[in-house]
């Protein structure tokens, strides 16, 4: 994917005929690109603070990378950077290999796919004409263009005949936001960027559309930059997370369970808060485990389907008083045992290591790696309430 | 008109007392002195009437469209755009066709400049509003896709102030309607040409009456064109949660 050519005029790219519009796999979809941010840093005129300081990251294409920190900490600034709606100060990002200062700033707008937390639908225009904006700057031709629309609402499950003509006034806050990640999907960019995208979402919708957009990047596959404040989206959506701190240092950037099980220092594991070990738990399904073979023991009658969290598992085994409980798979087969023992024993295994000999205690932050920063107003601004209106 | 001619040409007929009897008798409204001079004195003045308004809502549109985009991107320029065009506002009409006719004479050309100047003030301020109350999100969400700065005005920006421009030109309009009978004292056209004859005369008051009912049905179907025009250019406007 280095040295990726995107949107070279003429070229067409699958997925645009009309008649095989849907079914269509992964593969149908332009390749994501990787995305590296090398020192990246950013100075406002007139502030002795830095807005970013010497950022730098990789993420690999097609994964999700999640930037979450609290207030000031130069999360949004951070992906603005990417598209340049926030100008470089130092440092050099570059996407599918090739530098972004290279570019004109349109030009690279219209590869990467954007989405902002109030969405920011064009009112004036209907669904379908929203979806076809970025064609339409590229200059598709209107078949291609009618193709796309019909494909992209099918994909977000909105029917194309009842919706593609409403205008977003007649939507409610889940469909426009849908609308919103379809038109930034419109142009098959190799790069997404969203802004707090389910922010305004209340939390029972929030959680839908989060399951809903994970199953749509199974499919997809873009390379990702998602911002938010919030560490249980970032747990839930990231295939890694760069934990900000103030000034846009870079804390820690790693896999959801490692920031979980390894906090780099003190203000990780402040952010990450106190209830780390069950927010490891709820990484992984009972499928993931090894269960109890359920001879000798008499488990009591509540059931659990193998794709529940193992938090989740652990719920149940604390409301139960304890006893163990018997898990199916979907056919009702019984697949095992769980108890309360064997999820204690999970969470020790894991962190042993990172508690560098000292017991793992949830509750406490673990040393500091040598060379990591630690931040003395960590614990005030780890509480990730509300987004930064600078950013 | 016509449903007034069919209801007194038989009257007349009736009444015998040949063409000019009404205006003889100098009653209020002698509908026969309107028919007899539709073609003659009331049409011309109309069609007049109009050609002076849409000039001057045209260039008044042109000139404060270039103002307010001026100003939505230089916030400074508001208040100085505004007290200019306030003053001009405020000028009495009368006063301001007389003060510009050492420069510009008696021409329609004068006549227009007042009018236009009459036009800015309410233009203005509604489409500047119309442009500001755009939600940010939109035009951030238009610049991240990759508009130019001109694509986010003509596809975005403009087309979502269009429903507060079109409520400036509505009232924009039925004001020029109005003060361009006054314009009769500069130049020799419009519906205030029969008014002024007729204060001139000071007996017969048909002319005032027949030109100033043809102003106000001017207004008042410029007002209504102006309404579907809205609607046509804006269904989105109408639309709301199903």
């Not at chain 1, 402040?270 to 069950?278: H, I, K, S, T």
């Not at chain 1, 001879?295 to 509540?302: D, H, K, V």
């Not at chain 2, 007899?36 to 009331?42: F, H």
Request: hydrophobic residues 45%; aromatic residues 4%.
């Amino acid at each position: 994917m280095f040295g990726y050519d995107f949107f070279t005029p003429g070229r067409d790219l699958p997925l645009e005929t009309a008649d095989t519009a849907h079914n269509q796999g992964p593969s149908a979809f332009a390749q994501a690109a990787e995305l590296e941010l090398r020192s990246v840093s950013k100075r406002y005129p007139g502030q002795s603070a830095a807005a970013i300081s010497d950022l730098s990251l990789t993420v690999p294409a097609g994964e999700v990378c999640v930037l979450v920190g609290p207030s000031g900490s130069g999360k949004t600034t951070a992906m603005r950077l990417i598209n340049r709606m926030v100008s470089l100060s130092s440092g050099d990002i570059l996407l599918g290999g090739r530098s972004v200062l290279q570019r004109n700033p349109r030009d690279l707008r219209r590869e990467i796919g954007y989405v902002i937390q109030q969405i920011g639908l064009f009112p004036h225009l209907t669904v379908g004409e929203n979806i076809a904006t970025v064609p339409r700057l590229l200059g598709w031709d209107k078949p291609r263009t009618t193709a796309r629309v019909e494909q992209l609402l099918e994909l977000i499950d909105l029917p194309p005949a009842e919706m593609r003509d409403r205008y977003p006034a007649q939507l409610s806050g889940g469909q426009r936001q849908r609308v919103g990640v379809a038109r930034a999907l419109a142009a098959d960019p190799p790069l997404m960027l969203m802004d707090e995208p389910f922010g305004a979402i209340d939390p029972i919708n929030r959680a839908r559309l989060q399951d809903e957009f994970l199953s749509l990047q199974a499919k997809v596959r873009k390379t990702i930059v998602f911002v938010t404040h919030d560490i249980d989206e970032a747990i839930k959506m990231g295939d890694r997370i760069a934990i900000l701190r103030s000034g846009g240092v870079l804390a820690q950037y790693d896999t959801p369970a490692e920031i979980l099980t390894r906090p780099a220092d003190d203000f990780v594991a402040e952010f990450v808060g106190a209830d780390r070990a069950l927010k490891r738990l709820s990484l992984a399904t009972l499928a993931d485990i090894d269960l109890i073979a359920p001879n000798g023991l008499r488990p009591n009658n509540a059931r659990l389907p193998l794709d529940s969290t193992v938090r989740d598992a652990l719920s149940m085994l604390l409301t139960g008083g304890g006893a163990p409980l018997t898990v199916v798979h979907p056919d009702d087969r019984v697949a095992g045992l769980v108890t309360i023992d064997l999820v204690a024993a999970l969470l020790k295994d894991d962190s042993a290591p990172a508690a560098n000999g000292a017991a793992p205690d949830p509750g406490r932050a673990v040393q500091a790696p040598p060379g990591a920063v630690s931040d003395p107003d960590g614990a005030v601004q780890a509480h990730p309430l509300d987004e930064d209106p600078s950013a | 008109m016509l449903a007034v001619a069919k209801v007194v040409i038989p009257s007349f007929s009736s009444g015998g007392g040949g063409a000019n009897s009404c205006v003889r008798d100098n009653h209020l409204f002698c509908a026969d002195w309107v028919s007899r001079n539709w073609s003659g004195v009331l049409q011309p003045a109309l069609t007049q009437h109009i050609a002076l308004t849409l000039i001057a809502i045209s260039i008044g549109s042109a000139i404060s469209l270039v103002l307010s985009l001026a100003a939505h991107r230089r916030g400074w320029l508001e208040r100085p755009v505004i007290i200019v065009t306030g003053i001009l506002f405020t000028i009495p009409s009368l006063a301001l066709f007389q003060i510009l006719v050492p420069s510009l004479g008696l021409t329609r050309a004068n006549a227009e400049v007042a009018l236009v100047s009459y036009t800015l003030l309410i233009l203005f301020r509604n489409t500047l509003t119309g442009l500001r109350e755009i939600p940010e999100e939109v035009r951030e969400a238009a610049r991240g896709m990759g508009m130019s700065q001109r694509q986010l005005l003509w596809r975005v920006e403009l087309p979502l102030a269009l429903p507060a421009i079109m409520a400036g030109l509505r009232i924009a309009t039925v004001t020029v309607i109005s003060l361009a009978t006054v314009a009769a004292y500069v130049c020799n056209e419009g519906l205030g040409v029969p008014i002024f004859a007729g204060i001139q005369e000071s007996v017969f008051k048909t002319e005032i009456i027949a030109a100033g009912a043809l102003a106000i049905m001017l207004a008042l179907a410029s007002d209504a064109l102006l309404v579907g025009i809205q609607r046509l250019l804006t269904p989105w406007a109408r639309k709301h949660a199903v």
